[in-house]
């Protein structure tokens, strides 16, 4: 089983900071790596896909980057609508994984 | 509207069983494999079981093994999980959720979730 482990586990930023959240494979996983958004009694929403690449309708401030064991994801220019939980999850193997998730709140 | 319905959660015993649904619409149902996802109260979200576009390859997450089984209904555009056997430590919210076409595409569409709590 490949075992993502993400940082921090939670982040407390202003608006307008910039947010970095990473997530590591226990073995490669090539661009296998996607990442969601979950707010407070909803859904998770997919942010990221194959590491880097966009998903329509997701803002721009969010981007993503990495290959093989280590990926992030960033947010630029924080906003209030961004509190939340973040996971990556991995697709290059079964059973597929999720990190841990990072909660990221609004000072 | 292209989304997912997830129904049947509730309140059951120890030991008992529970069968979640969840109904698509939207999009064509039959090609697109299928996962449960699981997430605990406060806790992160857990893989349970996937099941291909045709029904024909099935994985389970090593907890649920022997007790879950996932089927769907490609006519009815439906997804199911039986779950047997309920302990404590199954009791989560339920979500299904739609794979890309490619297999190693992210779960694009989620259903709402529905919250099986496991206690006597």
């Known amino acids: 089983e490949i075992v993502l482990t993400q940082s921090p586990d939670f982040q407390s930023v202003t608006p307008k900071e910039k947010v970095t959240i990473t997530c590591r494979a226990s073995?490669?996983?090539?661009?296998?790596l996607h990442w969601y958004q979950q707010k407070p009694d909803q859904s998770p929403k997919l942010l990221i896909k194959?590491?880097?690449q966009s998903i329509s309708g997701v803002p721009s401030r969010f981007s993503g980057s990495g290959s093989g064991t280590d990926f992030t994801l960033t947010i630029n220019s924080l906003e209030a609508e961004d509190a939340a939980a973040y996971y990556c999850h991995q697709s290059s193997s079964l059973p597929r994984t999720f990190g841990q998730g990072t909660k990221v709140e609004i000072k | 509207e292209v989304q997912l319905v997830d129904s049947g959660g509730g309140l059951v015993q120890p030991g008992g069983s529970l069968r979640l649904s969840c109904a698509a619409s939207?999009?064509?149902?039959?090609?697109?494999?299928m996962n449960w996802v699981r997430q605990a109260p406060g806790k992160g979200l857990e893989w349970v079981s996937y099941?291909?576009?045709?029904?024909?390859?099935?994985y389970y997450e090593d907890s649920v093994k022997g007790r879950f089984t996932i089927s769907r209904d490609n006519a009815n555009n439906s997804l199911y999980l039986q779950m047997d056997s309920l302990g404590a430590e199954d009791t989560a919210v339920y979500y299904c959720?739609?794979?890309?076409?490619?297999?190693?595409?992210?779960?694009?569409?989620w259903g709402q979730g529905t919250m099986v709590t496991v206690s006597s």
């Open positions: 194959y590491a880097s």
């Open positions: 099941i291909s576009s045709a029904g024909t390859h099935i």
């Open positions: 959720a739609r794979r890309g076409f490619n297999y190693n595409d992210p779960f694009d569409l």
């Open positions: 939207g999009f064509t149902f039959s090609s697109h494999e």
């Open positions: 073995q490669s996983i090539g661009s296998n």
